[in-house]
């Protein structure tokens, strides 16, 4: 390593053994001080500018999930209201305007309000505290991330409010998004909220990707890193390949119906199906986006609940690699029925069945795990264990909608629709609901109430079934999706009935969480930092966190770290308390490097994402808005990055 | 409308695949709950018998004999996948077999928002035998469907006798079918289209070769022309109003290009693709207050004094 050249490097820190026993009283007392000094520095400022300010990771984190789970419980209600229109035959709930717009926007907050950022969110919560850092490396960014993601959540969901929301599907396919077919402001909405929550995402995959490789506690080299770190790590990497390719075509879209340029428009020499190809590109591998922090879920808490290691952590994360890197090269299989050449979806079929390996191997890795392990039910591993029947019936219908002629069958009819919620809940929500009973106690301090969570397992575990199985059947007798009313002599209507009243089940379940969640933050039983003898870092500090996480930064001797913590295990020090310093490590085997000093709280993150919200919102109305928002985004930045009053020893240093 | 009911050999090869995929589907299935059963089952007897585990415990032999299971496993999906894989191959040349036959009737397929125009015999105007949403096909002979859209992307699909095809603004896609029962075969468009995607059926009859051919002269031929009153006034009525703007009826001035060719319409089962069966009482209601029944379809209210409508009626329902 070449040398550091700044002044704030010059102190290393190093791991020090940490000589316990002798002068407890004096270790203490300056525990304590440490303690207090941290706190000056991490803490945030009372008031509402100190909440606007806030760049810590936990607040950031918590805010993501709050706010992803808004969007998940609006979407859901939406969900009711079009299995009501469709309980019966020519049902008369709500006309067809509406419906397009209830799907549309359903798919879209699910996808891009609620289940990459909610991922998202748990990563910016967890990864500071699994890798023992205080922060995420580029805070303010994270910031700027949140408020974006949040100005684009207000935005579609007004749009709705206010008979605006987009109706064209959460696929946007072109020529009936362009303006010649879906004229007004709807599309529009859509194609800008798009590019608007992706710039978040691409800030939090920034943050964990570089949290992960420069900021774990010593010690954690790549081998040792948590999984559910890697899962983090390698979603990350996806996103910054994947969410560049919806918002370059989101963007032309938006282009072609605000300034007329006619990429997708067939009458004008525009290619409808390169949209395809842009979407697909991006909306497959965002399933494993959603997909690949739930494996890490269930990572974590099947160790915690089974007593023992995880049966080979690292073919865990090798599978994980090969799903992220194959999960680029299927997209295709969503357009089979557009009329390829047969040889080119072949590739596909052969890469879509291929991707089905190593998930297989995951879920054979947990089962031996199981099988080794002492396992104790509560709510976080039922969630886990329902997983397992229910996802592997949405991999085996995406092994049949691989094969082309299936698929030509099934595609676009509510075999898909039961399809891809058994592989979206079934295979990501159920972990995610696992992850929530299993984290809380860290977050907030208090645990769930356990009746409440066992119960709402039960909902709904039952509900789903008996909502999405009978699309199955539904799609197999020819329904097809995005359909607001059907005729009686279809012979759809019992089957309907049934998912409708599984709906109501499903969202019963779903509610028993939200408000087991809202009540227990308050009133529930006070949590330990360790009530499950979890195996993380995280588990190591109190429930919930300290603003700077710990006192002492750890080091790790194993992948489990709170489990093979020796009672002398070495702490870092030598970094400062008084200022935001982080421990910089190296990449591959995690030893100290330097530290560095972090941006310190500022509401300027959050000022650039109003001018960028500006930006992309008023050009839906005016061009010029691009103007006013681009100079507004510039100050804003400006303002951000304005370097810090240099320190005393800086300014002595730097004498000659 | 059911993808398992078959009635050509296409519909029939992929019906069989799906029983391969089923009942592969069913078995790992089962294996796998059933090694999860009794994983959790020995799990919670193993934590009630011996107490919490010391997770620190590396277990080697058992933790070497389940990566054994592991890797055995894994082996048995990679098989099973790849037999899938070959399978799903075959049954894709299978579908493509058609391609062989020497003398298929060709069909043009054109997709409206929301409406299918049929034309038989594209490229030779005298057979030229332009109507919509109802395909009358011969059992037996191959049908070579030349697919394309007036507007955006819709998808052409009869569940029982082959899978889907996209309808591309632009472009031409071949769809090659075949009927080997007689029978009538309903099918939805599969592509989200816009407000009226859930009205928007293509209804096959397929029939014996001579019906076929009666029906196809039939269609031919201009609309008929010696037409006893009220019908004759009922063609004033549609060539003074609004009708004619959008609709064509050979033998009449009317040439419209904008709806269906109504020519024949008295000869199709529905109406308004698919929408209302073709009676007299929902005709009538579909020409007052077409946006009752399909909101937001192309076609305006036609109001008209009670004279006029039955007269119109009359004459609609002549058009055989």
Known sequence: MTEPAGPSFTARAEVVERELGDDADALAASDAEAARQLARTWGRRRGVIGWLRDTDHKAIGRRYIVTAFGSFALAGVLAIVMRLQLARPHGQVVGPDLYNQLFTTHGTAMMFLFAVPVMQGIAVYLVPLMVGTRNVAFPRLNAYGYWVYVIGAALLWTALAINSGPDAGWFSYTPLAESTFSPGKRVDVWAQMVTFTE?????????????????????????????????????????????????????????????????????????????????????????????????????????????????????????????????????VHHMFATGLPQLGQSFFTAASMLITIPTGVQIFLWLATVWRGRLRLATPSLFVLGFFSTFVIGGLTGVMIAAVPLDLQVHDTFFIVAHLHYVLIGGAVFPLLGAVYFWFPKVTGRLLSERAGVASFVLVFVGFHLTFFPMHVLGLHGMPRRIY???????????????????????????????????????????????????????????????????????????????????????????????????????????????????????????????????????????????????????????????????????????? | MSSLDPAGPQARSIEGLWDVFWWVSIAVWSAVVVVHVIAIVRARRQRRRWGEA????????????????????????????????????????????????????????????????????????????????????????????????????????????????????????????????AGVYRGPCAEFCGLQHANMTITVVAEPPDVFARWLATQRADAPARLAEPALHGREVFLATACAGCHTIRGTHAGGRLGPDLTHVAGRATLAAGAIPNTRGHLGGWILDPQAIKPGCQMPPVRLAGDDQRALLAYLEALR
Do not use: C
């Open chain 1, 485 to 656: 009313t059907y005729d009686a002599a279809s012979g759809w209507g019992d089957l309907s009935l049934l998912a409708t009243i599984g709906a109501f089940v499903l969202g019963l379940g779903v509610l028993l969480t939200l408000g087991n969640a809202i009540t227990s933050a308050r009133r529930g039983r006070i949590a330990s930092g360790d009530p499950w003898g979890g195996d993380g870092l995280e588990w190591t500090t109190t429930s919930p966190p300290p603003a700077y996480n710990f006192l002492h930064l750890p080091t790790v001797r194993d992948r489990y770290a709170a489990w093979t913590s020796a009672p002398d295990q070495p702490v870092v020090s030598g970094v400062r308390a008084d200022r935001p310093e982080l421990l910089v490590t190296r990449v591959m085997d995690a030893e100290p490097d330097h530290r560095t000093e972090l941006a310190g709280a500022s509401v300027w993150p959050m000022l650039a994402a109003v001018a960028t919200g500006g930006l992309f919102i008023g050009s839906i109305f005016t061009p010029w808005a691009v103007i006013g928002g681009g100079a507004s985004l510039v100050v804003a930045l400006v303002a951000w990055f304005w370097p810090r009053p240099p320190h005393r020893e800086e300014m002595l240093e730097a004498k000659p």
């Open chain 2, 54 to 181: 010391d997770p620190t415990h590396t277990h080697p032999a058992q933790t070497r004999r389940l990566l054994a299971a592991v890797i055995g496993a894994s082996a048995i999906t990679v098989i099973t996948l790849a037999g899938l894989l070959v399978t799903t191959f075959v049954t894709g040349n299978a579908l493509a077999a058609l391609d062989e036959d020497p003398d298929p009737l060709t069909i043009k397929v054109t997709a409206h928002q929301w409406w299918w125009q049929l034309d038989y015999a594209p490229g030779s105007p005298d057979a030229a035998a332009p109507t919509a949403n109802e395909m009358h096909i011969p059992v037996g002979r191959t049908v070579r469907l030349l697919l394309t859209s007036a507007d955006v992307i819709h998808s052409f699909w009869v569940p029982s006798l082959h899978g889907k095809r996209d309808v591309i603004p632009t472009r031409t896609n071949v769809l090659l079918l075949r009927a080997d029962q």
């Open chain 1, 199 to 331: 710039l978040s995402a691409l800030a939090v995959a920034i943050n964990v990707i570089v949290t992960v490789l420069k900021h774990r506690a010593p010690g954690m080299s790549l081998d040792r890193v948590p999984t559910f770190v890697w899962a983090s790590l390698i979603t990350s990497v996806m996103v910054v390949f994947a969410m560049p390719s919806v918002m370059l075509s989101s963007t032309m879209l938006a282009m072609d119906r605000l300034i007329h340029t006619q990429f997708f428009v067939p009458a004008e020499g525009g290619d409808p199906l390169l949209w395809q190809h842009l979407f697909w590109y991006f909306a497959h591998p965002e399933v494993y986006i959603i997909f690949i922090p739930a494996l890490g879920f269930i990572s974590s808490i099947l160790p915690a609940f089974t007593r023992t290691r995880l049966i080979g952590a690292s073919v865990m994360v090798m599978t994980m690699v090969a799903t992220a890197f194959i999960g680029f090269g299927v997209w």
